[in-house]
Structure formats: C-alpha cells, structure tokens
C-alpha cells in the first residue's frame, strides 16, 4: 500500500472539485486494511473513507488522510426456497452488485438501479430511489472502528436507518469504516411499482415486468433522461434533502401557496425541496462557475473550474431563499467536508 502526499482529489469525487489531501491511500486488500490501521500517518491525522465521492463535497483541502475502498467481491452466503443472503464488499460499484442481484432473479434493489457510488456507502444514508431504499432488503453491516478494535456486525435496527440517514451519519459519525454489505432479497416475485413514474412508464412503454431486470432496466432508462451525468456536468445528485412538516405548518402553506405538493409519510408530510427551491426562481440558474440544474432544482452542478466554496456559497444562498419565502429550513443531503 502506498501513500500519496498532498493528493489530487477532482477525479475522486463527482462535484469535479479541485482539493488537495495531505495524505491519500487506496484499499484494496484486507490485508490492507490492517497495514492501514498501523500507519502512524493513519492515526495522527484526521481522516475520511471515500467511495465512488458521489455524495460529497469538499468545501476545502483535507488536511488529513483519504482512504478510498476498493475492496471487491459479492458471494451468494445462503439460500432457501424463498429468500438469498448476498454479501458485497464496501468498495463494489454499486450498479455492480445491482446487476449481480438481478442478474439471478433476485427481487430487492432493481428500483435502486443507477446510483453512483460503492456499496460501502450505501448504508451511510440508506440510498433510496424511485419508492425503495436500502433499509427494504439491508440484512447486515460489517464494520470496523476507527480507533481500533473488532469488526462490529450491525443489525439492520442497530443501523438506524431512516430518510436519507443513518447512525453513520449521527452518533457513530466518521468512527467506522463500512467493509461489507449483506442483503437479504427474494427468490419469489416482489415487484414495488409504487412509485407513479416508474408505473407510468412501464405502462406507456408497455413493459411487462416478468424479472427484477425489467424493473431495473426501466429505472436506469428514467434515470438517464432526467439526471445529468457527473462524467459531463459535475454534480453529487440531490444537494437537499426533501422536507418533513406537520399539518399545522402545511395548512398555513396552503394559505398562500394552494399548489404545493405534498406527500402524506407514516404520519408525517413530506414536501419536495426540489418544488421549493424552483419556486425561489432557482431552477437552472447560473451563478459564476456553479448552478442549479435546469431539468431539476434539487441539483447543483459545477460549470467547471468551481471550488467547493463556491457551491457552498450557492447553497447557502438558496437555503436562505427557501427560509424567507416559506420559513423552511433546507438541509444537505450531500457530506460536506
Ligand atoms: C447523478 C447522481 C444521482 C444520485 N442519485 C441518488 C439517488 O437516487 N438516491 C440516493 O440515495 N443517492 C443518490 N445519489 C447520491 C450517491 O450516489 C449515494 O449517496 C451513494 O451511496 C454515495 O456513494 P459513494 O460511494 O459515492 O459515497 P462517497 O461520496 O464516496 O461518500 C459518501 C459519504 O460516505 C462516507 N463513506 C463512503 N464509503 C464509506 C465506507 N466504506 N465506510 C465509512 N464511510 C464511508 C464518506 O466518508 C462520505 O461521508 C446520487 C448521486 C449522483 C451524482
């Protein structure tokens, strides 16, 4: 395992950013893994794991260490008549490990098709898409702590996943590393077409859905229209995430605002951040080198050339915009370093 000085991040993250590490190292072994955690560089620095860097930001240099997973492989744990247990290890694309399930017939993730990133990070904010998230088929986490000590199993409640959010992201923040990933998915048919736009299409379109493929086909077909590919346009996806209100605060919305959608949630109503922010005028918006996507508002999206302080700058503009108008507090859906 080699260390990198003062690395070069913009190809490792899907913002394009510009920013420097002071240390950089890659994972590819789990051999690696332990010659890691006895790095003196590893444990005088701060440090942060990174996959596929489609939900980050990095506002500045990381003055510590980046370590980006690369550990591979997805097996078949085991199997009855009804049900599959199918491992991946934390540095699988995870397109990858959605095609390996469909692949087989195994019906969980198919909606979750086409989101950038490693299976690693899939827990970190319980990936969801299109009526389905993660928590639906999680089984287990494996994980080690950062300062040292056992793998930890964690069980899909010890996750605590919710919308776009887990412990990973509140009390056990930045003190694990995620190594693998255990599903547990279905043998027998266990469509979720739940989701309007996804049966639209598959309606319009006259697709019969007989495997988990078609679903996935579908969805990485409506994904490809509608979002910008970071290859082309750099990007993180949503920058917010949408916003959970109760009836009172939407009765007073509705005064002024008859048109907002809302979706009533297990006793919650949630409110798209998209719809707020495109009502603020922002919807493709150009500011300098960074802007809000014209096809969708949730989306901030480097020009080229941009810094992290500058997509900063704008979401900060835009979550004040979105305070003055509705009295709505926006929060990024994307990790900002
Ligand atoms: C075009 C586009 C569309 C997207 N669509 C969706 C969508 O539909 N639904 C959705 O939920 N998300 C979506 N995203 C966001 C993103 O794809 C997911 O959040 C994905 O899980 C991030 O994976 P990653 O490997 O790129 O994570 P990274 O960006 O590398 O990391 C994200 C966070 O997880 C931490 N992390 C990463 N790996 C590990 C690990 N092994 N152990 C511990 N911590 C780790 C990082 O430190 C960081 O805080 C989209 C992004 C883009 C660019």
Known sequence: MTIEKNYDLSKLNTFGIKANA?????????????????LQEFKDNKKIFLGGGSNILFAKDFDGIVIVNKLKGINVLEEDNENVLVRAMGGECWQDFVDFTVERGYWGIENLALIPGTVGASPIQNIGAYGTELKDSLFNVEAFPIEGGEKKVFSLEECELGYRDSVFKNKLKGK????????????????????????????????????????????????????????????????FKNVFIDQDKLDKLQENYKDIPFFKEEGTIKIPAGWLIEQCGWKGKRVGRVGVHDKQALVLVNHGGATGEEIMNLANEIIASVKDKFDLVLSPEVNIV
């Open 176 to 239: 694990y590393f995620i190594a693998a990933v255990t599903l547990k998915l279905s043998k027998k048919e266990k469509k979720n077409l739940s989701y309007k736009i996804l049966a639209e299409y598959l309606e319009q379109n006259k697709i019969e859905v007989k495997s988990p493929k078609d679903i996935s086909n579908a969805v990485a077909l409506i994904r490809k229209s509608k979002l910008p590919d970071p290859k082309v346009l750099g990007n993180a996806g949503s920058f």
């Open 22 to 38: 002071k240390y950089f190292v890659e994972l590819k072994t789990e051999a690696d893994l332990v010659e890691l955690f006895g």
